[in-house]
C-alpha cells in the first residue's frame, strides 16, 4: 500500500443540495453500507437544531462519521465531513485544509447558492480540485447550458461537462456519459437506476433511438454536440491546479452519477500533495511522520474534558503507539489509542498513511493547527482562522468571574469554537463567529462547563480584519483607530470594522497596510 491509492477529499454544498444523500449513496456504492446508516441518523439529529445538547449526543456519532473511509478496487477514499448546514464554523473551513480534493454538489434548480460560493473560495486558497456534481436532474431543473455557465461565470472557472442528462423532471430520459460511451436510464416503479445501461458506439449509434423517445433522442443529438464544441475539453492539469471542474449530472436520490464521480475521483482526484510548512514543504514521501490537527472535538459528555484531536496525516506510516511531538509544547506524546478510520476492521487497524486521518484522544493538549511530528523539525502554515460574520459583546451576569471567563474564551477560542478579541478601549470582549449556531454552543458550554453566565450583545461591528504592514504604518493607523482596535487571542492586532465598506475604506486610505480576513497561525 502507498500513499498513492489514498484520495482524501470532501463534499461542499449548500444546505439541500443533497450532501447527505450523496454521501450515503457514495459509501453504499463503495461498500461501506453500515456506515450509512449512521449518516442518515445524523441527518435526522441534525435538524433538531437549537438544542445543542443533542448536537453534543450527535457528535458521539459524528466522531466517526467525521471521516468515512472506503476501500474500492485497491484505491482507499477518506471522506471527510464538512459540517456546512446549520452548524456552519470554522470546523467546515478547516476540515477543507485537509483534503486534497472536493465534491461540489448544486441543485440542479437553484444553481449556485452563497454557502456553495463562500466553501468553494476556501477551496480555490488553497487550490483544491473540484467536481462539480450536478444533482436532482430527476426533477424539474434548470437548462443544463445555463447551470455550467453560471458554474464557469461565478466561479471564474473552465467547466466541463462530463455526462448530460437527455431532459429533467417530468421530461427526463437518463444521463449520457461521454467518455465511456453509456447511457443510463430510469428503471422499474421507483425509476432509479439499477446498474444496468446500454453501451453504445457513440451519440450516432442507432441503438440510442430505440432507447429514447424521438424527441429526447433530437435533444439529446442537438444538446451534446453543443456542449461538447462549447465548453473545455478535460484537462488534468487544468483540474488538478483548480482552473477547470469537470461537471456530472446525476441525481442522489435514484442512483444516477454516482459511480462515475467515484470513477472520476480514483482516476483523476490527486492522490497525497506535498503540504505547505516551514522551512519547507512536506511531500508524503517523506520517511518520518509529519501530520497536522485541523479539528479538534468536544466529548459529548461536557463533564469531561477530553477531546478528540483530528490529524491529517501528511508524511511516514503512521503506527499505534508512535511517539510524536506536537509544535504546541514541544513534550512528545504517545499515541496509544488513535482512532483510526477504516471501513472494515476499524478497531484492529493499526497503520494509517499519508491521506489517512487518525483520531487522537487527549485533554486539550492539542490545538487545531498544531503540527505533530517525529522530529519536531517541521511547521505546517496554511490553516487559517478566518475573519468572524457574526461578532456580539459578552456580558457576564456576575461580574466577579471575569477570569473564568477569560479562561473559557481562551480555551473555546483554541478549540476553534469561537474567536475572541479583546479591545484595546474598554473592558467588553468580542467573540466573532462565523455561523449563529456557533453563539448557542458558546453560551451552554459557558455554563455547563466553567459555570459561567454570560449574554451576548450586539457589538458596534460588522466584521473584523486581521492586520500587517511596516510598524510605523501600523502605530500610525493604530493611533487613529484606537477605538477600533482589539487584540486576538495570540495578541496579533485586529481591526473591528463597522461594514465591509468600512474595511474597504480603511484599505483604500492605508494603502500599506493589509486587512486580512484570514490569519495563518
Ligand atoms: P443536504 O445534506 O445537502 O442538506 O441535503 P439532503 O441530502 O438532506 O437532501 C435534501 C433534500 O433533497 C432531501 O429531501 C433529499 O431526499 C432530496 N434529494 C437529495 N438528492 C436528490 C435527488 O437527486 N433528487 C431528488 N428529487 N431529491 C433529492 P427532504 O424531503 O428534505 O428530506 P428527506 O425527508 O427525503 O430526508
Given at each position: 500500500m502507498t500513499a498513492l491509492n489514498r484520495r482524501t477529499f470532501a463534499i461542499i454544498s449548500h444546505p439541500d443540495a443533497g450532501k447527505t444523500t450523496l454521501t450515503e449513496k457514495l459509501l453504499l456504492t463503495g461498500g461501506a453500507i453500515h456506515l450509512a446508516g449512521e449518516v442518515k441518523a445524523r441527518g435526522a439529529a441534525r435538524r433538531a437544531r437549537s438544542d445543542w445538547m443533542k448536537i453534543e449526543q450527535q457528535r458521539g456519532i459524528s466522531v466517526t462519521s467525521s471521516v468515512m473511509t472506503f476501500e474500492r478496487q485497491g484505491i482507499t477514499f477518506n471522506l471527510l465531513d464538512t459540517p456546512g448546514h446549520e452548524d456552519f464554523s470554522e470546523d467546515t473551513y478547516r476540515t477543507l485544509t485537509a483534503v486534497d480534493s472536493a465534491i461540489m454538489v448544486i441543485d440542479a434548480a437553484k444553481g449556485i447558492e452563497p454557502q456553495t460560493r463562500k466553501l468553494f473560495e476556501v477551496c480555490r486558497l488553497r487550490s483544491v480540485p473540484i467536481i462539480t456534481f450536478v444533482n436532482k436532474v430527476d426533477r424539474e431543473g434548470r437548462d443544463p447550458f445555463e447551470l455550467l455557465d453560471e458554474v464557469a461565470d461565478a466561479l471564474a472557472l473552465d467547466v466541463c461537462p462530463m455526462s448530460w442528462p437527455v431532459g429533467m423532471g417530468g421530461q427526463f430520459e437518463g444521463i449520457y456519459d461521454f467518455a465511456r460511451n453509456t447511457l443510463m436510464q430510469p428503471e422499474g416503479?421507483?425509476?432509479?437506476?439499477?446498474?444496468a445501461f446500454t453501451q453504445v458506439a457513440g451519440l450516432d449509434d442507432p441503438v440510442l433511438a430505440e432507447k429514447l423517445s424521438a424527441q429526447g433522442l433530437e435533444r439529446l443529438t442537438e444538446e451534446a454536440e453543443l456542449a461538447q464544441g462549447g465548453y473545455a475539453s478535460f484537462d488534468l492539469e487544468a483540474y488538478r491546479h483548480g482552473d477547470l471542474t469537470p461537471v456530472f449530472f446525476g441525481s442522489a436520490l435514484k442512483q444516477f452519477g454516482i459511480e462515475e464521480l467515484i470513477n472520476a475521483i480514483a482516476d483523476h482526484a490527486p492522490p497525497p500533495r506535498s503540504q505547505p510548512a516551514e522551512p519547507e514543504s512536506v511531500d508524503p514521501t517523506r520517511k518520518d511522520v509529519t501530520g497536522f490537527i485541523f479539528k479538534v472535538q468536544a466529548n459529548m459528555?461536557?463533564?469531561?474534558r477530553d477531546r478528540i484531536a483530528f490529524m491529517r496525516l501528511v508524511s511516514g506510516t503512521f503506527k499505534r503507539g508512535m511517539k510524536l511531538v506536537p509544535s504546541g509544547h514541544g513534550k512528545p506524546i504517545a499515541v496509544h489509542s488513535p482512532i483510526l478510520f477504516f471501513a472494515q476492521d476499524r478497531e484492529l487497524a493499526d497503520e494509517a498513511l499519508p491521506g489517512d486521518i487518525i483520531g487522537i484522544p487527549n485533554h486539550g493538549t492539542l490545538r487545531v493547527g498544531d503540527t505533530l511530528s517525529e522530529k519536531n523539525d517541521v511547521r505546517f502554515t496554511g490553516l487559517p482562522n478566518f475573519a468572524p460574520e457574526i461578532l456580539r459583546r459578552v456580558q457576564l451576569k456576575d461580574p466577579t468571574k471575569t477570569k473564568q471567563l477569560r479562561k473559557a474564551l481562551d480555551d473555546l477560542s483554541e478549540e476553534g469554537v469561537i474567536q475572541v478579541f479583546y479591545p484595546e478601549i474598554g473592558s467588553q470582549w468580542v467573540v466573532g463567529v462565523v455561523g449563529q449556531l456557533q453563539l448557542e454552543v458558546l453560551i451552554s458550554r459557558l455554563e455547563a462547563e466553567y459555570k459561567v453566565e454570560a449574554v451576548l450583545e450586539m457589538a458596534p461591528f460588522d466584521t473584523a480584519r486581521w492586520l500587517s504592514g511596516p510598524a510605523d504604518a501600523l502605530e500610525a493607523f493604530k493611533r487613529i483607530s484606537m477605538n477600533n482596535l482589539a487584540k486576538d487571542r495570540d495578541g496579533n492586532p485586529v481591526f473591528m470594522a463597522r461594514s465591509a465598506w468600512d474595511v474597504g475604506y480603511q484599505q483604500e486610505k492605508n494603502p500599506e497596510l493589509t486587512f486580512s480576513a484570514t490569519r495563518e497561525r
Open positions: 416503479p421507483s425509476r432509479e437506476f439499477e446498474g459528555d461536557p463533564q469531561h
